[in-house]
């Protein structure tokens, strides 16, 4: 298997005796060159061709009849699942299109949509956090050459440690991290690709895992370094997943926090009918245009809900730093690029389980309204024994990086103390 697709080779039938020049079985060309395929033969009222049948075509008929029941079966599934994915859609868009819409009556000021910002907070500007700067990616063959906003501090101080945030955030949720490690890390912060100041291409296929995946490596390379320590939370996470499958040698060690690999959330999700209820938000995202009208109506209230919630958000986000993630958003296009991410998730349905063998430590919140505990459990499964490390956090939520910042920088201080030994 190569690459998540059977890759058949005809063997090789050794020839009883050599080809003579009027053989029909092959050809010798003239300087000793390879095997031509044998010329037609004309019938005898040369009213047709008949091309003589080649050694080793009969085996690849065989193998196309053997192959085609489970052919129809993947596009059959691949049918079920998409018809499963559109309903889903349309149940979850009356959802929160009611919501949207009791936000704009229960608030009339603020109008039916969202008004960008035409100033960034103050919070965004915070010398402690790192300097401002933006990555070109033209490192690898296969690069976009996009560019990507980023803030980096503590550069010659040790390590490289990446971070990858998730949905509805921004670079600025690792505030706290950035402060932490700077002192021993060259701590670098992204906006990914369609987020805040990053370049954000409008097309749909620029978002698939293949280009995020060189988007990660072109930033890693790009900044001098031959390996990283990866650090991910929710979409962050699941990126990082995938990269270290994709380019393992380039992850030295990888925190995980609040987010599983795709094709573990895809084989729980079908298990678990509970976890399609709590990830409902993806089907919606699934539809155009759709999703960036209802989350910003009422002046964003559905992402203001997300993000402050008392039980499901983070409550201690001040307005300022609450501005920090609406002041990206409301520009214009601002909800696109980080919603195409989502409508990447069923392409490649389904995924094939993979070993995981990268150094990791995982974190989870108990209490993540978002991803089941279940999920834990699932993850550990796909790991090479004694390569994962994994911490719950009893009453955490989903957004342990900004609620919960103390505990997750002993779990990694602990982690990665043998690096700095």
């Given at each position: 298997?190569?690459?998540?697709?059977?890759?058949?080779?005809?063997?090789?039938?050794?020839?009883?005796?050599?080809?003579?020049?009027d053989?029909?079985?092959?050809?010798?060309a003239?300087?000793?060159?390879?095997?031509?395929?044998?010329?037609?033969?004309?019938?005898?009222d040369?009213?047709?061709?008949?091309?003589?049948?080649?050694?080793?075509?009969?085996?690849?008929?065989?193998?196309?009849?053997?192959?085609?029941?489970?052919?129809?079966?993947?596009?059959?599934?691949?049918?079920?699942?998409?018809?499963?994915?559109?309903?889903?859609?349309?149940?979850?868009?009356?959802v929160?299109?009611?919501?949207?819409?009791?936000?704009?009556?229960?608030?009339?000021?603020?109008?039916?949509?969202?008004?960008?910002?035409?100033?960034?907070?103050?919070?965004?500007?915070?010398?402690?956090?790192?300097?401002?700067?933006?990555?070109?990616?033209?490192?690898?063959?296969?690069?976009?050459?996009?560019?990507?906003?980023?803030?980096?501090?503590?550069?010659?101080?040790?390590?490289?440690?990446?971070?990858?945030?998730?949905?509805?955030?921004?670079?600025?949720?690792?505030?706290?991290?950035?402060?932490?490690f700077?002192?021993?890390?060259?701590?670098?912060?992204?906006?990914?690709?369609?987020?805040?100041?990053?370049?954000?291409?409008?097309?749909?296929?620029?978002?698939?895992t293949?280009?995020?995946?060189?988007?990660?490596?072109?930033?890693?390379?790009?900044?001098?370094?031959?390996?990283?320590?990866?650090?991910?939370?929710?979409?962050?996470?699941?990126?990082?997943?995938?990269?270290?499958?994709?380019?393992?040698?380039?992850?030295e060690?990888?925190?995980?926090?609040?987010?599983?690999?795709?094709?573990?959330?895809?084989d729980?999700?079908?298990?678990?009918?509970?976890?399609?209820?709590?990830?409902?938000?993806?089907?919606?995202?699934?539809?155009?245009?759709?999703?960036?009208?209802?989350?910003?109506?009422?002046?964003?209230?559905?992402?203001?809900?997300?993000?402050?919630?008392?039980?499901?958000?983070?409550?201690?986000?001040?307005?300022?730093?609450?501005?920090?993630?609406?002041?990206?958003?409301?520009?214009?296009?601002?909800?696109?690029?980080p919603?195409?991410?989502?409508?990447?998730?069923?392409?490649?349905?389904?995924?094939?389980?993979?070993?995981?063998?990268?150094?990791?430590?995982?974190?989870?919140?108990?209490?993540?309204?978002?991803?089941?505990?279940?999920l834990?459990r699932?993850?550990?499964?796909?790991?090479?024994?004694?390569?994962?490390?994994?911490?719950?956090?009893?009453?955490?939520?989903?957004?342990?990086?900004?609620?919960?910042?103390?505990?997750?920088?002993?779990y990694?201080?602990?982690?990665?103390?043998?690096?700095?030994?």
């Amino acid at each position: 298997m190569c690459a998540g697709s059977f890759c058949l080779s005809r063997p090789s039938v050794p020839s009883a005796r050599p080809a003579s020049p009027d053989s029909t079985e092959g050809h010798q060309a003239k300087g000793g060159g390879p095997l031509q395929p044998p010329p037609p033969v004309h019938s005898p009222d040369h009213s047709a061709v008949i091309v003589p049948e080649r050694r080793g075509d009969m085996p690849e008929l065989v193998v196309t009849a053997l192959l085609a029941p489970s052919r129809l079966t993947l596009k059959l599934l691949r049918a079920f699942m998409w018809s499963f994915v559109y309903c889903a859609a349309g149940l979850t868009a009356a959802v929160y299109g009611c919501i949207a819409l009791t936000n704009v009556l229960c608030r009339p000021r603020r109008g039916c949509c969202g008004q960008p910002r035409c100033a960034a907070p103050a919070c965004l500007k915070d010398p402690t956090l790192g300097e401002h700067d933006f990555l070109s990616l033209r490192v690898s063959a296969g690069s976009s050459g996009l560019r990507l906003h980023s803030v980096s501090a503590g550069r010659g101080n040790g390590p490289l440690m990446l971070f990858l945030h998730g949905f509805p955030e921004n670079w600025f949720s690792w505030r706290y991290q950035l402060r932490e490690f700077q002192t021993r890390f060259h701590v670098v912060a992204v906006d990914l690709r369609g987020y805040g100041p990053s370049d954000a291409p409008k097309d749909v296929d620029c978002y698939t895992t293949d280009l995020l995946m060189a988007d990660i490596q072109d930033i890693i390379l790009g900044l001098g370094y031959s390996k990283c320590i990866l650090v991910g939370h929710d979409w962050g996470a699941v990126l990082a997943w995938n990269f270290s499958i994709y380019f393992p040698s380039l992850v030295e060690r990888m925190v995980v926090v609040s987010g599983p690999p795709m094709s573990v959330y895809q084989d729980y999700s079908i298990r678990h009918i509970g976890q399609f209820f709590r990830s409902n938000y993806m089907f919606l995202f699934q539809l155009p245009w759709l999703p960036e009208k209802l989350l910003s109506m009422s002046d964003f209230q559905i992402l203001k809900t997300t993000l402050t919630h008392r039980k499901r958000g983070i409550p201690h986000l001040t307005p300022d730093e609450l501005e920090a993630f609406l002041y990206d958003f409301s520009q214009p296009r601002g909800l696109s690029g980080p919603i195409n991410y989502y409508r990447n998730i069923f392409r490649n349905f389904p995924l094939e389980p993979q070993e995981l063998a990268t150094p990791t430590l995982l974190l989870w919140g108990e209490k993540d309204p978002y991803f089941e505990l279940g999920l834990v459990r699932a993850i550990g499964s796909r790991f090479v024994p004694g390569r994962l490390e994994t911490h719950i956090l009893p009453d955490a939520g989903h957004w342990i990086p900004q609620t919960h910042p103390k505990e997750m920088h002993q779990y990694m201080w602990a982690f990665l103390q043998d690096l700095l030994d």
